[in-house]
C-alpha cells in the first residue's frame, strides 16, 4: 500500500520539509559519485553505530563528539535511491500540514528531536549492534506520528499493487498510518525475539520515532492549530490542486 496523496489543504509553503528534501537529495547524489572506499568510510564515521555509543557513551571527548554529531548527520545519509525515495515522498505527503501547523522553525526542531530519540531508542534495543544506522526514517516516522494525532480523519489516496495492476483507495489517515505502525511493530518484534536487525531495517527506530512524534506534536503547535478541524465531512468533494492553492 504505497500513499499517493492526502487531500488536507495547508496554508503555507512548507519551506522545511521542502529544504530537508532537497538537502537528502544532494547529499544522496555526492555520495553515490564518491568511491566506494569513500563512500563507506562516510556512513561509518557520520552513521550510528550503536556498540560505539554503548561502548564509549558520551564521556570521552573525542568520541563524545563523534557520537553527538553521528545522531544528527545519519538522519541526511540514504544507503539506496529506493530507501531515498521512500522516505522523502513520505515526507513529502505527510511532512507539508505537519509543518503548516507546527510553523517552520517548530517543525525543523520537533523534525531533529524525533530523528534523534528514535536513533537512541535503536541504540538501547540494539547496543551490541556494529551495523551503522543511517537514515531519515526515524525523524519522518515522528512527521507520521504527529500528522496521526493531527489528522486522523483525513483521507489519504493510496495505491495497491494487484497482479501487476495498480489500484486506488481513499483511505482514512488513521487506517493507513495504523496498518504502517502494526508493520512496524511485527517486524521489530521478530527483531528482538530473533536478537537481530530483521531485514536490515531498524524498525525500533519507526517505532519510536512515530510514538514520540505522537506523544510531543502537542507541544510544538500553538492554540487552536492543534484541534482537529481540517476535516471535511465525507462526501464532500476535493479538488487535488486545492492543497496546493491554499
Known sequence: ???????????????????LIILNTLIFILMVNLPVSVREALVINFGVVPARITQ?????????????????????????????????????????????RMGHKRFLIFYLLCGVAATLIHVWLHPDSTIPMIGASGAISGVLGAYYGLFPLARVIVMVPIFFFPFFFEIPAVLYIGWWYLLQLFSGTLSILHGKIVGGVAWWAHIGGFLVGLFLHRLFCVGKKCFRDEVRPWGVSYNLGEKFNR
Not at 512548507?14 to 529544504?19: A, L, M, W
Not at 563523534?66 to 522523502?88: C, D
Request: net charge negative; proline share 5%.
Open 56 to 100: 564509549f557513551g558520551f564521556g570521552e571527548a573525542g568520541k563524545a563528539f563523534q557520537n553527538v554529531i553521528s545522531l544528527f548527520t545519519a538522519m541526511f545519509l540514504h544507503g539506496g535511491w529506493i530507501h531515498l525515495l521512500g522516505n522523502m515522498w513520505t515526507l513529502w505527503i505527510f511532512g507539508d500540514n505537519v509543518e503548516d
Open 1 to 19: 500500500m504505497i500513499p499517493i496523496q492526502d487531500i488536507v489543504p495547508r496554508k503555507t509553503f512548507p519551506v522545511v520539509t521542502v529544504s
